[in-house]
């Protein structure tokens, strides 16, 4: 295995560092300052890298966003069913209920470099993330951008994952590119219902309305 220069492993770094810090003080308050204290590093040596906050936020925001895409793509077979896909998109794409509670929870860690296995956002962590970020890309064009890129490729990805059902005549014909949209839509909205811990006492399981919905769009 090649030795891994000492840039990749600064800028991972620095990464994980900011989005623990904007976990901490929220992306408003969190500085270059408190970065550098959090990944023991100079201020200079994030300006070298990252050259200004808001561009460390943007490339923090792709990171954030990229830990999905990894995870997912590290545990689909091509061996899997439809099904079995779209499940390792929803058990990776939809944060957790957490503890409201705000107690303590173990760094984060967005980087690759130790391994997938290693990686790992905690729940309470990826929902303040969720929110800090995305409340962010309403007044911020170029986290806009990223998102649509992200956004772009998930619709792509679903989409394949749909056609190969159908193809295979596992899902019942249908409009894919309107069922991935609305694949997408779902995540989007249970993921915003869990961050701010909201489920009616008349749902047990939102994962089991999320599957009904699933079945009555794909079952034959």
Not at 106 to 117: A, C, H, Q, R, W
Not at 147 to 171: C, M, N, P, R
Request: proline letters at 4%.
């Amino acid at each position: 295995m090649p030795k891994v220069g000492m840039e990749p492993i600064r800028r991972s770094q620095i990464i994980n560092s900011t989005l623990e810090c904007i976990c901490i003080e929220g992306i408003e308050k969190m500085s270059l300052d408190m970065v550098a204290k959090e990944a023991k590093c100079s201020k200079g040596v994030i300006s070298y890298y990252y050259k200004s906050k808001d561009n460390l936020i943007l490339e923090s925001f792709r990171a954030f966003l990229n830990y999905y895409k990894i995870k997912i793509d590290s545990e689909i077979r091509k061996n899997m069913t439809p099904y079995e896909m779209l499940r390792v998109v929803q058990e990776n794409a939809l944060p957790k209920y957490y503890n409201m509670n705000n107690e303590p929870e173990p760094k984060l860690n967005v980087s690759e470099l130790d391994g997938v296995k290693l990686m790992n956002i905690p729940p309470a962590k990826k929902a303040k993330l969720f929110v800090n970020f995305f409340s962010r890309a309403m007044i911020d064009t170029n986290l806009q951008e990223a998102l649509q890129e992200v956004y772009k490729e998930d619709y792509s990805g679903i989409s394949s994952i749909i056609s190969h059902g159908t193809k295979a005549e596992i899902f019942k014909e249908t409009d894919i590119n309107k069922s991935a949209y609305a694949i997408m839509a779902l995540y989007i909205g249970i993921s915003m219902l869990r961050v701010v811990g909201f489920k009616p006492e008349q749902i047990n399981d939102d994962i089991d309305v999320f599957w009904n919905v699933m079945n009555s769009m794909f079952v034959k």
